[in-house]
């Protein structure tokens, strides 16, 4: 937009030539007065000078929107009212820049302390605050007490907390601009940080915030690219060093914390929030998100109001609260989720029976798609395994097998025939083979001579009833559902242990209890890229089977949907590293099942993401609001130890957001499910930034320059 090519070109004037221009200016004219024995001698004064200089300068890059101010209230104060105290313009620029810190500090703190006790918004969140509010309220209207602290709080920079939460305030001890003193950043638990016996039997890591905590990992690196550019652009409004922001969106919502604020650079923190938060959290979000637009308010009547203003009940409202709404519509990439029930998906046992289906399609699939499908055909031991397999009127009758689920099951034979098989899946085999053919030709073509092409063309993979390849899928299929009953405890007909034997199976706990199985030990890759991609394919063919049921009957549309499926869709248990690997390199589409098991509840869900582009309420909180509650939590758990979980100082005031900065606290006295590092954010990842200024003034971006000026 023009306004914000403006903002920006003018924002860069302003700090990078007015702003230095005037403190070089005054340190040439200064340089001589300071150091003269009438006033700091030469030492102290070159080193007055050169402290006077570095802050001046850097505070223009750091915070250029407050600087203004403080250069024409300085000229003004000792030119016209006391020019006598002057000690040179650098000196009082110095001291002012400093004093004017103080008093910003002090705004900030007042505006917080009345926001927060103002009596038609007080919160009563406990039997304490009953006791306790009372009290305070002479104090608050007759007294320059609170003045008083709030100025020497100030003065020492350190937070201002309500105690327990209530209308009383006290003073703090001085905590850094991070605030944390300690590194408590969050670690996603998974497969990579877990010992193995752990992930078989307990499941670490299986409550919703860890597994959801990635997304706010992923919104961390999108930040990364572009925060710094969207401030200097104008779009968060007016910001400086400590400033605290909370992004809300329909599931998404964490606290940004600008750290450091440099010449084209933003070190910020991130804090996540719960996905599903408690009430009192959901109150705050309500508020945060409700409109101010319709209220017509103004007094007891509704006169309405002027265009694109506001009424003077929403106004009013508005004026008295610790934070304000800046963006309705901050665009950043993401991922939407979408999360159903798999008990839903698979109650009835037709649902299963076309689940079991795909899942042997998919390891038919995977196993003639293999390069090292010749391999295994040739090996022995694989062969001697399959031994038996290889009779026409062999059948496994391995009690785990169902009628309800298993589409060849033979009743005659109570088991699994190789007939059975054959008769349900020869097709399907016969069509994979003829494709694999089709795709070694391309490739003999592409890059082999042509007596291989001709060797390959004239020696076609036997896929006929008989062959070693059926014998080989016809294994693989047996023992992927026997593994599959195995881990569901032989209970396939029950929900409840079927969804258990899915999702041990989607994760890759494989575990052969038959001695017919064994043969699978000749090349675990069989498991690992043939039975294990297999399961994880039929979960999203039969998430595909309720848009269109008939549609995968054709082998052609069912061979280019798993293919398509397996180029652009990345399908893997959350708990596992490619999980995370997909996400933050941002895989346009993700399929995980999901186990949960938090608060008594114990379900499976199927979790589907899409990359797209997610819109944000941006909402400026008052930095001191932030600090004081954070002191005040901080105090109550480690000092007064009060555990409580329903304290009445976590209880929400939607006038300060009470329970979301409470919650954004470290852990444990917090419980926000993510907390990333101090994070960087450059203006040169920012690509409008770089088009309007031109990039970072570097030797390789000035000869680029040169020679496409030349060459123009």
Not at 61 to 70: A, E, G, I, L, R
Not at 183 to 203: E, F, G, I, M
Request: contains cysteine.
């Amino acid at each position: 937009m023009w306004f914000e090519k403006l903002h920006i070109w003018l924002l860069f004037i302003e700090k990078n030539v007015i702003y230095p221009l005037i403190v070089l200016n005054e340190l040439s004219s200064s340089a001589k007065s300071i150091a003269s024995p009438k006033k700091l001698d030469t030492e102290l004064g070159a080193l007055m000078i050169t402290i006077a200089g570095l802050k001046l300068l850097r505070s223009s890059f750091s915070s250029p929107t407050c600087q203004y101010v403080t250069v024409i209230f300085t000229v003004l104060f000792f030119t016209f009212d006391y020019k006598s105290f002057t000690e040179t313009m650098l000196l009082d620029l110095f001291f002012m820049s400093i004093l004017f810190s103080k008093l910003w500090e002090l705004f900030y703190k007042l505006r917080f302390v009345y926001t927060y006790i103002a009596p038609w918004q007080i919160t009563w969140g406990s039997a304490f605050h009953a006791f306790a509010q009372p009290f305070a309220v002479p104090r608050i209207l007759y007294s320059a007490m609170l003045f008083v602290q709030a100025a020497v709080s100030a003065f020492f920079s350190t937070p201002l907390n309500p105690f327990l939460g209530s209308a009383i305030f006290i003073t703090s001890y001085a905590r850094p601009v991070k605030f944390w003193e300690r590194d408590y950043n969050t670690k996603r638990v998974d497969h990579s940080n877990t010992r193995l016996a752990s992930q078989l039997d307990r499941n670490p890591g299986s409550d919703d915030n860890n597994l959801n905590s990635i997304f706010y990992e992923h919104l961390t690196r999108s930040l990364q690219h572009s925060l710094c550019g969207d401030l200097l652009l104008g779009r968060w409004g007016n910001y400086s060093t400590g400033d605290c922001f909370i992004l809300a969106s329909d599931y998404l919502n964490a606290l940004v914390h600008l750290i450091e604020i440099g010449n084209g650079l933003v070190t910020f923190q991130l804090r996540g929030l719960e996905f599903r938060g408690t009430y009192c959290q959901q109150r705050e979000v309500e508020a945060i998100t409700e409109g101010v637009e319709e209220d017509e308010g103004f007094c007891c009547c509704e006169p309405g109001h002027l265009p694109h203003m506001l009424s003077f009940n929403a106004a009013f409202g508005q004026r008295w609260l610790a934070w304000e709404v800046l963006v309705t519509k901050y665009v950043l990439e993401g991922y939407s989720i979408t999360d159903n029930s798999a008990a839903s998906m698979l109650q009835v046992f037709d649902l299963r029976k076309i689940l079991t289906t795909y899942y042997v399609k998919g390891i038919i699939y995977y196993v003639t798609t293999s390069p090292k499908l010749e391999e295994w055909l040739a090996n022995e031991t694989m062969q001697e395994g399959l031994r038996l397999c290889t009779d026409r009127n062999y059948v496994d009758v391995d009690p785990t097998f169902n009628p309800n689920i298993d589409e060849d099951y033979d009743h005659r034979l109570a088991g699994i025939s190789r007939e059975s098989f054959c008769m349900i899946y020869l097709n399907w085999i016969e069509y994979c083979c003829s494709r694999r053919e089709k795709v070694e030709q391309f490739f003999n073509v592409k890059s082999l001579t042509p007596f291989t092409f001709f060797f390959s063309y004239c020696k076609p993979l036997d896929s006929s009833k008989d062959s070693p390849l059926v014998t080989l899928c016809y294994g693989l299929c047996v023992l992927g559902r026997r593994a599959l009953g195995t881990a569901s405890h032989h209970m396939s007909s029950n929900l409840e242990s079927f969804l258990y034997g899915l999702h041990a199976l989607f994760k890759g706990d494989f575990r052969i209890s038959s001695i017919r199985d064994e043969w699978i030990f000749a090349d675990m890759e069989l498991l690992r890229k043939v039975v294990v991609p297999g399961i994880r394919m039929s979960l999203k063919l039969h998430q595909d089977h309720f848009t269109s049921p008939d549609e995968y009957d054709d082998p052609s549309v069912l061979y280019e949907a798993i293919t398509t499926h397996e180029e652009n869709l990345v399908i893997a248990h959350e708990g596992d590293p490619a999980w995370r690997s997909a996400v933050l390199s941002n895989s346009p589409s993700l399929l995980a099942l999901r186990h949960v098991m938090d608060d008594g509840t114990n379900e499976y869900k199927i979790i589907m993401l899409n990359k797209r582009y997610l819109s944000f309420r941006v909402i400026k909180v008052n930095k001191e609001c932030v600090r004081g509650l954070w002191a005040g939590q901080q105090q109550e758990l480690v000092f007064l130890r009060n555990r409580n979980p329903e304290r009445g100082s976590i209880q929400n005031a939607k006038q300060a957001l009470r329970n979301m900065i409470n919650s954004s606290c470290d852990q444990p006295i917090g419980y926000p499910i993510y907390v990333s590092p101090l994070t960087t954010s450059y203006s040169d990842s920012h690509e409008q930034l770089k088009e309007i200024l031109g990039g970072a003034i570097s030797l390789g971006n000035i000869r680029n320059f040169i020679v496409s000026t030349w060459h123009r």
